[in-house]
Structure formats: structure tokens, C-alpha cells
């Protein structure tokens, strides 16, 4: 396992919790469709399907081998509700932190059976005639590797880093889908990016998320005097789908108002929500005032690396989870705690798949100098900084086609359309940013409706018959806008 650092990632920032029917009142056809609904119907049924009845299935071996899903003073499981959820299904571990309890769960089950290779940042996914046989690499010094391997899995999360307001760990900058796009693989619905409530803001700063299952608990969204940010704005008020919720709080926000989480209500917050407890701290609020500052920030990207029900991508050998991947589960927006449930799903049915697949020839795996000529000419590139600034400005909760038009011709005045390999490894990284960067600008400026998590000024309204319409991106092929089922 190649990584960047063991705790790079953003499962260990997971406090929401994990979907899933254990609930005898609850069946998998209304998490069915309560996925769909909160996808605006763009989701692939049949991966929904697959997600929530297996997920089920999967959720129950965990119970039956002393996962410490949160329980009651009897003995029961705890079960929460979030945002869209019909009924309630969340299960949490250790209050929010239940992405961190999974991951060191399941970090005991591989330790001495896998091998991990840290402070890496890969830089190319190495094909050879349309299959993936390995991957370039760089540390932290400047040295270049490569590993050849039978099967490359994709796993690099999201692309949360791109914005300058983020709940995402800061390391996670959308690499993986420029990777996967200069190997030949389709992305697809880049456009939706899903922008969570909730972030903790003090001082014009972001401390980190506070879950949905803090709504769940009762809170509420309200201005400084009192006044509820949600009441009459959706049915399910502050347990609205999270698009319609950010960009209600953004709106109240630009027109000149504070807007704070009310949790007043709920008894025993800080056992119930430790991590949120300690970000307060850390921020100087004071929760003995019941109220927590917050602003929306770039959460999860619903779009990815378009995959089958097993993992696999267009390029032979070549697999790809989690956020990364498109398996079309979430649609145009993310139903809350379906993520953790994805990546259990479909990282099982990779797992099952690699196993199952047929012997190949095998290849030196071992660590070793590449055999690449590598440029050291230096290509034109944006900072960091700068990027994170105007993907916020342009490419936000709201957007409109000047302004993606500016962000587009913007990128588009750095070396972006040229080949790979005459790309400085040391600058590889911040292409592979920027380059995510445009994949999604251009997405989102082919999609003239506003649809879940993308919304348009200039396009305001969900066009009738879309839902099957889907944005795909790849290189070998020229740039394209396709119809494809749902």
C-alpha cells in the first residue's frame, strides 16, 4: 500500500457515522430510495441497490465480530438519523469518531499481511497497451521509484483540498483523477461536488466538520438573534438534503449574517461528540452558550473515476474506490453517511474480484530505480494558494458561466495539454491539481441546469429528462459531453 501518510486520508475524519438498515422498521428499498432522492434520481439503480442491500449484509458481520458500534446502557445499538434519511439507520462508533475506530479496526486485520510504503506521492500510473502494470512515485527528498504490480487500486479519496474552505484532510487535492485521466480511464460528473453545512468557522477560519448527526440530535441552524436558518425552507428544515442546506446557510451568510448551530438542546453533547468538542476548544468557542459558528465547505465529490459494480475501469488492471471512483451510487448529491458505506461495498467487491481473477504473469514488484527519462525543464504552474482562492470564488456552492468561463481560460494560460512524461517529477503533483482543477471547470460548465450539489445563477431550475445526462471525461478520445443510462 502506497500512501502519502498513514493518516492522510479523510476516513479518519469521518464522525457522521455509517448507513445501513438494522432498523426492523426500516427496509433496504426505503434507503433505496432515499438514496436516490437525495441523488436527484441520477444515480445508477443498480449500484444503489448493490450498496444498501449488501452494505446491510456486510454491516452485520461487523456487529457479529465485536465492532464497538456505539450501544445504550442495555446492551442496544444506538441508531441515529441524518439529513434525507426516511428512517433511522446511522450507526456511529466511539460518538463521532467512527471513521478513525473503522480504520484502526480494520488496520489490526492487515497488520503483518500488507506492506506500507509512506511519505509517497505517486505521480503516473504506468500502461502498456491499455493496461495499468504499475506506478511512478516520489518521496519526500526528491527521489523517483516504480512498482510494477498485477493490480492497481485507486483509493486517493477526493478533491476537498482544491478549495480554500474544506473539511477534507489537506492533503487530499483531486491527484487521483488526473492520474486515472492520463491513463486512459472515463471520469465522469466532476460537476458534483457536494459542500457540507456544517464546517466550524470563528474568525475566518475553518476548524474542521461538525457531523450532521449533530441536526440529528435536535440542533438547529439559527442567526445570531435566534432566528431558525431553515424554517420554511424545506420540508425536512434543517434536515434538508445538504445541498439544499449549504447553500441556504450561504446565502444568509453573503446577505451579512452569522450563522450558528443551536446545541443547547442536546444533553451530554461533549460525551456524545468529543471530536466536535475538542475542534470547539481549540476555535475559543464556548459551549456553554449553546451555539457553534459555521460555515459550508467542499466535502465529497460525487463524480470520480467511472468504474463497473466490481471496481474496474476502462484501463485493464486498473481499479478504483472510494471517493475516487464514480460508481454512480451518490447521483448529484450524497445522502448523508453513504460514503463510509461505499468504500465497504465496493471495496469488498474489488477485493473479491482481484482474488477471483484469473493468474497472470507475474512482474517484479521490488522497489527500483525508473527507467523514465525524466524532464528538468520547469512548466508554468499556478501556487497552491492562489488555486485553493479561486476554485472557492468560482467554482463553489454558487457558480455561473462567466465566472467558470474566467476560472477555464484562467487554468488554461498554464502548461496543462502536454505530454505527461515531459512533466518535472517534482511538479507532477501541482500538475495533477491543476489539472483535476480544469476536469472540473469544464465539467461544470457543460452542465447548463442546476442539479443537487451544482447550482447555476445562470441556469437556476433542474431540466426535465436529465437525470441520465452524464458529463464524461477522457483523454484518449476527444473531451465530450455523452448521454449514458442511469
Known amino acids: 500500500m502506497i500512501t502519502k501518510g498513514l493518516e492522510s486520508n479523510n476516513t479518519v475524519r469521518a464522525q457522521g457515522g455509517i448507513a445501513t438498515v438494522i432498523n426492523e422498521n426500516d427496509q433496504w428499498q426505503y434507503h433505496y430510495e432515499d438514496t436516490l432522492r437525495a ?106 521509484s516504480t512498482m510494477y504490480a498485477d493490480d492497481v487500486v485507486l483509493a486517493t479519496g477526493g478533491c476537498g483540498g482544491l478549495f480554500e474552505v474544506t473539511s477534507n484532510h489537506p492533503s487530499i487535492m483531486g491527484e487521483g483523477l488526473s492520474l486515472a485521466y492520463h491513463a486512459g480511464a472515463t471520469l465522469s460528473d466532476l460537476e458534483f461536488i457536494q459542500f457540507h453545512p456544517t464546517l466550524l468557522w470563528e474568525n475566518g477560519y475553518t476548524f474542521g466538520l461538525v457531523s450532521e448527526a449533530v441536526r440529528g440530535e435536535g440542533a438547529q441552524l439559527v442567526l445570531g438573534n435566534g432566528e431558525r436558518v431553515m424554517k420554511d425552507k424545506h420540508v425536512l428544515e434543517d434536515l434538508a438534503p445538504r445541498d439544499v442546506v449549504s447553500r441556504n446557510i450561504e446565502k444568509t451568510r453573503r446577505a451579512g ?45 460525487m463524480g470520480g473515476v467511472v468504474t463497473d459494480l466490481q471496481g474496474r475501469t476502462e484501463v485493464d488492471q ?3 474506490l472510494g471517493e475516487v471512483a464514480y460508481t454512480g451510487v451518490h447521483g448529484a448529491n450524497r445522502l448523508a453517511s453513504n460514503s463510509l458505506l461505499e468504500a465497504l461495498v465496493f471495496g469488498k467487491q474489488v477485493a473479491i474480484t482481484i482474488k477471483d481473477s484469473p493468474s497472470r504473469k507475474k512482474r517484479n514488484n521490488q522497489r527500483g530505480q525508473t527507467n523514465f527519462i ?42 496543462l495539454h502536454q505530454p505527461i512524461d515531459s512533466i518535472p517529477p517534482s511538479q507532477k503533483a501541482l500538475y495533477h ?17 442546476s442539479r443537487g450539489a451544482h447550482y447555476r445563477h445562470d441556469y437556476p431550475t433542474c431540466k426535465e429528462g436529465l437525470q441520465d445526462y452524464h458529463i464524461n471525461r477522457r483523454k484518449q478520445i476527444r473531451e465530450q459531453q455523452m448521454i449514458s443510462g442511469g
Request: charged residues 20%; hydrophobic residues 40%.
Open 318 to 320: 486498473l481499479y478504483a
Open 374 to 415: 525524466h524532464s528538468t525543464k520547469q512548466i508554468n504552474l499556478p501556487s497552491l494558494q492562489m488555486l485553493r482562492k479561486k476554485m472557492n470564488k468560482y467554482v463553489g456552492i454558487y457558480r455561473e458561466g462567466f465566472g467558470l468561463s474566467k476560472m477555464k481560460q484562467w487554468l488554461e494560460s498554464f502548461s
Open 39 to 144: 441523488g436527484y434520481h441520477t444515480n445508477h439503480s443498480e449500484a444503489v441497490k448493490l450498496l444498501v442491500r449488501k452494505g446491510s449484509n456486510y454491516i452485520k458481520d461487523w456487529i457479529n465480530n465485536d465492532f464497538p458500534f456505539d450501544r445504550n446502557h442495555k446492551g442496544e445499538l444506538l441508531i441515529g438519523k441524518e439529513g434525507a434519511h426516511t428512517h433511522h439507520r446511522i450507526l456511529h462508533a466511539g460518538g463521532d469518531k467512527t471513521g478513525e475506530i473503522i480504520l484502526l479496526f480494520l488496520h489490526k486485520q492487515i497488520l503483518g499481511n500488507v506492506r506500507f510504503i509512506s511519505n509517497q506521492t505517486v505521480t503516473q500510473l504506468i500502461v502498456e497497451n491499455r493496461k495499468c502494470i504499475g506506478v511512478e512515485m516520489i518521496d519526500h527528498t526528491g527521489h523517483v
Open 257 to 301: 449574517y452569522d450563522v450558528f448551530l443551536d446545541v443547547s438542546m442536546i444533553k451530554d453533547f461533549q460525551k456524545k461528540f468529543p471530536t466536535i468538542t475538542n475542534l470547539c476548544e481549540k476555535a475559543n468557542v464556548d459551549l456553554t452558550k449553546g451555539l457553534i459558528p459555521v460555515a459550508p465547505g467542499a466535502h465529497f465529490i
Open 433 to 449: 491539481q491543476t489539472m483535476a482543477a480544469w476536469l472540473i471547470v469544464t465539467s461544470a460548465i457543460a452542465r447548463t441546469e
